[in-house]
């Protein structure tokens, strides 16, 4: 409780509590929180002056912030922690478990490292589910366990868990039994204690699993269902108290024909309930969940369901936010919704730190805006129109006081010149962009670190003249100068390709629509690989599983069935506001299909990269309308998610409608016609984390050379590539003598990168003055192929002019 917050409870002399709202209620605020403590007192506080009331009430302000603070409302948090083995298959588990209960209201997180066991990274979570195989726990694992327990957390081990951490004589009486020996069989449950609150609504019912026998089973343990075995019954479910803390065990859940059964998920969402304990329940209750409404429509059926799918209604804001997941510890806040913004789809930050969202939809009435914060809340309460009439644009990226628009047919270039928000310049770049099908189209343009704007292109393609040279590919990256010319295409992709992003060091990453949601750019343009004769692409598949991990059980799409068909960006956690797992090793690919933001954790193998397991989600919705289509680090160091907010994701092919009467079609783009598209809503929101500052004041608008060199130091790489940017366009040779000292600093940080100085040497080599033959400069970039960091070795390499001279140095170093 604090005496600074709104929402205080204030008892009065039958223990009754009120919300203390107004100011105005001060005095007799006082009044009754002193009667709660001592209520013989109350008529002669009652009796006190206005300012002796004001006096002792600011004197008990230390008293009152020393107490708890009151429960606020919000979803379950569940850790669910697995492991590796395909035997007793967690991951599908806990995948199936989430689908089950998201609805109800519980978040279910996955992991399958045991360091997880720490006071720390419990501390976010009401409940720890455990369902592995690890043998064993070190000291302070264990105390970190017991500890979460004892608090008054709960502990929900199942099935194999009871062969967990047998090193540890408390955790096996913490979990309240062994396992011993097992056969497989079909048997009933048999309830023994059916008044218990974790039998409520549960029956007997049979399954097909292994046979558990346990042994140094806990005196502590109340048995609640046992397997009839011969003349004896095994206990096989099992609840007991520690500290404060509750712990629900079940010997149930070998494979799916457990996981799946009716019985056996309403028995562990009951044991999850009734474990995490009456205060984390209270939370749960105070929190409004929205429960949609459905009805009949024109809703595709590609995986021919029976009964075919129907039509959620559409939802608030709020309330489909009750439907979203963020990782525990973390906040989801609403920067913009409609009728501000409607249907984003791409997002993207001037100098100013100041969001500019471009929208599609159907109409051919897309637009460009400047959305702004102006008060500091944290809420868009400002737009301006900067550009209409634009023809499906897909993405966009600031270069040379104006921005570069993927708009096919052809790349645009927009500028405000008189300082009225909106743009007055429109010149087109590089004509020949395919548009036969919309989807497909050029996307995810980047300012590289190379000075040099960034894209992708699915198979519709480009077919043109850039200068003297006329160019046809499709399905993969390219790059060009910012004026447009230079066009460069760079590596094949396997099919229709959304997503691309840069790590701290200029690793180029990608994700396509079907099947490969992280893929990398191994740094050698297509014409090396002609010349070379070498006919293989120069982008490898990363990724490390297929499934999506999804909170709905209404999945709807094209193909891919369950897996990533629609994976869009790949954009790099590139900021430290996140927790340093996250720093330049965590890529976020959005999937409008799966309602989700994926996590791809990515690891150093050889001379590039792979998938380290499933991340699980950043973001994951049950809300059918919700479509994450971006995620983005902002200048805030938030993650910024567009949310296109449509219930019909699907482009093509054209589906079969199940309703009668309809006839569904495909229009110009080549996407089917559907009355369902919704052309009125839109979300943006940011995900945070939690206490970790929320204030945004930056800005390199109005700001000199110097102010930019400075800002090639900040921990965020949107500042640092801004800054970067500026820096070039500018021009100014007279920030070199700092460029060198920033090149030359041999320091690393904490992952062991010195991001300023690959900046520097970049920004050196857009000034021209490697070319030019700068001593400094050159001298400077010898000095860095032997830099402790190899983002900047490499760096070094790629700016430095290719002579038989950089060969020299290459040998030395």
Known sequence: MSASTAGILIFDEKGRSHPWLEVSLLFE??????????????????RLGKLKALLAFLALIPILSLL?????????????????????????????????????????????DPAVLDEAALAPYDGLVLYANHDSITPSQSKALLSFVRSGKGFIPLHCASWCFRND???????????????????????????????????????????????????????????????????????????????????????????????????VRNGILWAVGEEALSRLKAYPIADPK????????????????????????????SLMQVPAGFDLKLFASEPMVVNPIYINWDERGHPNEIREDDRGDDRIKILEDTDGDGRADKSTLFADSLNIPTSFTFVNGGIMVSCAPSFLFLKDTDGDGRADVKRELLKGWGKWDTHAQASNLRYGPDNRIWGVVGYSGFKGKVGADSLKFAQGLYRFAPDGSELEFLGTTSNNTWGLGFSEEYDVFLSTANNTHTAFYGGIPKRHLDMAGIRQSGVKKLDDHYNMRVATKNLRQVDVFGGFTAAAGHSLYTARRFPREYWNRVAFVTEPTGRLVHRVRLEPQGAGFRERGDGWN?????????????????????????????????????????????QAVNGAGNAYVNPLRDHERGRIWRIVP????????????????????????????????????????????????????????????????????????????????????????????????????????????????????????????
Request: with cysteine; charged share 20%; glycine share 8%.
């Open 294 to 321: 459905y009805f009949d429509g024109p809703v595709p059926n590609y995986e021919k369901r029976d009964p075919a799918p129907r039509v959620q209604e559409s939802l608030s804001p709020q309330q489909s936010q």
């Open 68 to 112: 708890p603070e009151g429960p606020s409302p919000r979803r379950l948090e569940i850790l669910f922690l697995g492991h590796e083995s395909r035997h007793h298959e967690s991951e599908k588990l806990a995948s199936i478990l989430l689908k089950e209960y998201f609805k109800a209201g519980i978040n279910i997180s996955y992991t399958t």
């Open 29 to 46: 605020a006082f009044a009754y929180i002193v009667c709660l403590y001592n209520p013989i007192h109350m008529n002669r506080i009652f």
């Open 690 to 813: 939690r206490g970790n500052g929320d204030a945004h004041t930056k800005s390199l608008a109005g700001k000199g050379p110097e102010a930019w060199v400075a800002a090639l130091s900040d921990p965020n790489m949107f500042w640092r590539t801004t800054a970067q940017r500026l820096l070039v366009e500018r021009g100014d040779a007279s920030v070199m003598p700092s460029l060198v000292r920033l090149a030359g600093d041999r320091s690393l940080d904490a992952i062991g990168l010195n991001a300023p100085a690959i900046h520097a040497l970049w920004t050196m080599h857009g000034l021209g003055v490697f070319r030019r033959g700068d001593t400094a400069a050159l001298s400077a970039a010898r000095r860095a192929l032997t830099h402790p960091s190899a983002g900047v070795r490499r760096a070094a390499i790629q700016v430095l002019p290719q002579t038989p001279a950089l060969t020299a140095d290459l040998q030395r170093a």
């Open 618 to 662: 950043l973001l994951v919705s049950a809300d059918e309308w919700a479509g994450p289509i971006q995620a983005e680090v902002g200048p805030d160091g938030a993650v910024w998610v567009t949310d296109w907010y449509d219930f019909i994701i699907q482009h093509n092919p054209t589906p079969t409608l199940e309703r009668a009467g309809l």
């Open 169 to 267: 004589p408390e955790v096996v009486a913490l979990i309240g039994g062994q396992f011993k020996t097992h056969g497989y069989d079909s048997f009933p449950s048999v309830i023994s204690r059916p008044g218990h609150p974790v039998l409520k609504g549960i029956s007997d019912f049979w399954t097909k699993d292994e046979t558990y026998v346990h042994d140094r089973l806990s005196p502590d343990i109340e048995v609640l269902m046992e397997r009839a075995e011969g003349g004896r019954r095994e206990p096989y479910t099992w609840v007991r108290n520690y500290g404060r803390g509750r712990v629900f065990y079940t010997a149930y859940g070998h494979d799916e024909n457990t996981f799946r059964n009716p019985g056996f998920l309403d028995l």
